[in-house]
């Protein structure tokens, strides 16, 4: 059991010095779905990419729905809307779910562990 917590004390403690810093993310969208749910797409250097679902969480979909105006936050992974295409921008989110922008959460920028069979999505409520 002691093993198992030092396990996943290492692991917890690799994931947060991978991530890297915030991201300055010009817009974000869902793509695939509708008004409330989709893949979640954002827009860095004038290009729209993807999320990866490493880490992908409730939190992080909370501040997706809540930066587009809407409430509630489902994660979901593994393409749910499909795949996208172009950058994969975001890897390793980690919000608190306080943020009022995904580009305020702390994650890797950019991706070299991921393929858009992972894109991230979610599912908000309309306020
Ligand atoms: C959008 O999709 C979600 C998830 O499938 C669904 O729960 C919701 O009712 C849909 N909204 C509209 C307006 O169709």
């Known amino acids: 059991m002691a093993m198992l917590w030092c396990a996943i004390l290492l692991t917890a ?3 947060r010095v991978s991530t890297g810093a915030t991201v300055d993310l010009q817009d974000i969208r869902l793509a695939n779905g509708n008004a409330t749910a ?3 797409e954002v827009l860095i250097d004038r290009m729209w990419g993807t999320v990866c679902d490493d880490s992908w969480a409730d939190e992080d979909a ?3 729905c809540r930066s587009l105006g809407l409430t509630g936050g489902v994660a ?3 393409a749910a809307y499909g795949k ?3 950058p994969i921008h975001m890897d390793d989110v980690h919000c608190t779910g306080d943020e009022n922008s995904l ?3 702390w994650t890797n920028i950019g ?3 991921c393929l858009h069979s992972e894109d991230a999505a979610v599912i908000c409520q309309t306020a």
């Open 13 to 15: 403690a690799s994931l």
């Open 38 to 40: 989709g893949r979640v």
């Open 62 to 64: 909370g501040v997706v």
């Open 76 to 78: 979901l992974s593994k």
């Open 84 to 86: 996208g295409q172009g």
């Open 103 to 105: 580009g305020k959460c």
């Open 111 to 113: 991706s070299d562990n």
